[in-house]
């Protein structure tokens, strides 16, 4: 196989070097600096309603966000011994290429003004948060996608997730600060679908799914990982709240959604499995969980113990799906989750979904006073109606689930042709384009995550 690999390696060179290409080309003929570096001055003709530029507290926003995406995702997928250290690789080039082609795309929708692209630090949040989407989904493809069709993945995705977000965001008018739904739902079940179409049919034959082994290294990158999601990701979720006192309920919701979701993960991990503690991994899991479900209802009167009570209940629901909806998208929908995105972004940001349109119920002047201007200000204008806007937030999730499993049918399908891989479906493929190698059979840890080899 060394031809095969030697091309692999081929097709990934110039892969990248045609869209480092594209991307310089497209900036230098499109990208600028904004003119309007104070807050309140952005141009009536830039969509600013919801993407004020180059205020002075998005920098160290920013920061966070930035460091969140890159550290966290990157030592997310670390605990997989065969595909996490070329996947961690492989997630700093996604984030380096998504980026660049996220602004450019954002870019189109948001801040075109006069035939360019007038970018500042909100454009990077912005262009963070489809990044993200991507990371997502390549966990779910972990194993069965190289490093070509990874690109691919994340140059489709980038496209599709930015149309999702306008359509919701600024034609429909659906208060999603912290991204349940276009950025958590849409991550996970536009990777789930990219993974159905990526299925390999000979691991049917086997009794029990192949597991990787973790050892003492790879629970220290759990660890960390963790420790950067519970400093970094309160931030990510209050990112696009442009004013101070709804940040602050953004990230205190955030927190305590969180740290109910993890003392749920000790309540459910000893009923569920042998171990009496749980393993690193299910707390990173719970975290994720517990962050996704306050997406949307972030910034909205979520009150502290309505946040601890959303935490606890996806902190029992993460596990649960683990344990029981895994095996089922596996033997009945013949798909492989690697990173179980499903469990930890899918039904937790459903989940947030559902709690933002019953808490769009309280709408109203009374309840929300001055902060409805800010959380719904298309109904504090008197233009919508609350019933209206609950119904527009409902029917956001839909929306969302056909968008994403639509675009993730035609990407796994686009990537499959492009790289040329019907031929060689029915091989395991690992991260860096080679065949993959058998490995032991072993339990599966208590998360339903990958386990300890025996």
């Known amino acids: 196989m060394p031809e095969h690999t030697a ?4 097709r990934l060179s110039g892969l990248c070097f045609f869209l480092q290409v594209l991307n310089i080309l497209l900036f230098a003929v499109f990208v600028r600096y904004s003119p309007e570096s104070s807050p309140g001055q952005c141009p009536p003709q830039l969509n600013c309603s919801q993407r004020n530029q180059d205020s002075g507290f998005q920098q160290p926003r920013f920061q966070d966000v930035h460091i969140q995406v890159l550290l966290s995702f990157g030592l997310l997928v670390a605990f997989l011994s065969r595909y996490g250290p070329g996947s961690a690789v492989i997630s700093i080039l996604i984030i380096a290429f998504a980026i660049q082609w996220a602004v450019l795309i954002q870019g189109f929708f948001y801040f075109f ?3 360019k692209i007038y970018v500042g630090a909100q454009s990077m949040v912005s262009a963070d948060f489809c990044t993200t989407a991507v ?8 194993g069965r996608a190289n490093p070509v069709q990874m690109l691919l993945l994340a140059l489709l995705e980038v496209t599709l997730c930015t149309l999702n977000e306008y359509i919701l965001l600024s034609l429909m008018g659906v208060s999603d600060s912290g991204r349940s739904l276009t950025v958590h739902t849409f991550g996970a079940y536009f990777g789930l679908m990219v993974s159905r179409v990526l299925y390999q049919p000979h ?14 290294q790879m629970d220290v990158f759990a660890v960390i990982g963790t420790i950067y999601l519970w400093i970094f990701w309160p931030s990510f979720t209050s990112a696009t709240t442009v004013h101070d006192n709804a940040n602050n309920w953004a990230v205190l919701n955030t927190y305590f959604s969180l740290v109910a979701s993890t003392v749920a993960t000790f309540i459910l991990s000893p009923v569920l499995y042998e171990e009496s503690t749980p393993r690193m991994v299910q707390i990173q899991d719970a975290t994720l969980a517990g962050m996704a479900v306050m997406g949307m209802a972030g910034e909205m009167l979520v009150t502290p113990f309505g946040a601890l009570i959303a935490g606890f209940l996806v902190g029992l629901i993460s596990p649960l799906g683990f344990r029981f909806f895994t095996p089922v998208l596996h033997s009945r929908l013949k798909i492989q989750d690697t990173c179980g995105v499903h469990n930890i972004h899918g039904l937790p940001g459903i989940l947030g979904a559902l709690l933002g349109t019953l808490l769009t119920l309280m709408a109203t002047a009374d309840t929300y006073g001055d902060r409805l201007e800010l959380v719904f200000p298309l109904v504090a204008q008197g233009s919508r109606t609350v019933t209206d806007q609950v119904l527009i937030q409902l029917g956001a999730l839909p929306l969302t689930l056909l968008l994403a499993t639509l675009g993730g049918w035609l990407t796994g399908k686009f990537c499959l042709q492009c790289n040329g891989m019907e031929g060689v479906r029915g091989r395991e493929i690992d991260v860096f384009g080679g065949k993959g190698q058998e490995q032991p059979q072993s339990k599966a840890s208590p998360s339903g995550r990958p386990g300890r080899a025996q």
């Open 7 to 10: 091309a692999s390696r081929l």
């Open 113 to 115: 003004l006069n035939g």
């Open 135 to 142: 990371l997502i989904s390549t966990g779910a493809v972990l």
């Open 203 to 216: 691991k049917d034959k086997r009794k029990r799914e192949k597991r990787q082994d973790m050892g003492h």
